[in-house]
């Protein structure tokens, strides 16, 4: 992953059309230190995995979303495509 692809996924609205008053505290790439489980897929993020993080605050709590690499991968491929079908299946082929 080059850094416009990086870009390309941190750029990326991760609730959709939300409406929600939250406030984005960080969203950074970075490499797991632990074990997370993906905010998309739901699937667990192996310790030592590349994800896009996005630390949230919201009615008086924070809390840090991982987006795990094969959802970081369809995201690339959605935006290349115009459109969330690689989202939606939840895989990046
Ligand atoms: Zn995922």
Redesign the pocket.
């Known amino acids: 992953m080059n850094i416009l692809q990086a870009a390309d996924i941190l750029a990326w609205n991760l609730w959709g059309n939300d409406d929600t008053d939250y406030r984005v505290l960080r969203n950074v790439m970075l490499t797991t230190r632990c074990r997370h489980d993906?905010a998309?897929?739901l699937?667990a993020i192996t310790a030592g995995s590349r994800v896009r993080a996005s630390t949230e605050a919201y009615d008086g709590a924070c809390k840090t979303f991982y987006?795990?690499p094969?959802?970081c991968e369809a995201i690339l491929l959605d935006q290349r495509d115009g459109d969330c079908l690689h989202i939606a299946a939840?895989k990046a082929c």
Do not use: A, D, S
């Open positions: 993906c998309i897929c699937q987006v795990c094969t959802c939840g």
